[in-house]
């Protein structure tokens, strides 16, 4: 089995999960990605405010729920696109009787995987 460098192993924090799940704006996201869209074309195809996009889009990356990949244009006015990082969410217990959060991810294709890359080096520069 080859790991995928880029995969997020970390799991978020249980409340991070469930404050993005019970949120209605960020449900009205997730059910508009059908593909990688940009904010502006969420916030159209969802029907939430533009402003309000952009706190929920952070708000679902943290979560793990969402990635955020860069497309690059040929003009040099690259834009973020963001996309479904998941496939299911299990909340279960653990031994101790203990909440825990598991999100199952298809595997990224290479232009995901590259798009990450360069969303990463973006946020570093």
């Known amino acids: ?18 404050d993005a799940l ?43 729920l969402l990635y955020e990949g860069v497309e690059l244009r040929p003009d040099g006015q690259h834009a973020s696109r963001y996309a479904i990082g998941f496939e299911d969410v299990v909340i279960s217990l653990d031994e101790e009787r203990a909440f825990e959060v598991d999100i199952s991810r298809r595997p990224r294709t290479p232009d995901e995987r590259l798009e990450n890359l360069w969303s990463e080096v973006r946020k570093e520069t």
């Open 1 to 18: 089995m080859v790991r995928d460098p880029f995969a997020d192993d970390d799991s978020p924090a249980l409340e991070d999960v469930l």
């Open 22 to 64: 019970d949120d209605e704006d960020c449900r009205a996201i997730v059910s508009a990605l059908d593909e990688p869209m940009t904010a502006s074309e969420i916030s159209d195809e969802s029907g939430v405010p533009l402003s309000t996009t952009y706190r929920k889009l952070e708000q679902l990356t943290e979560a793990s």
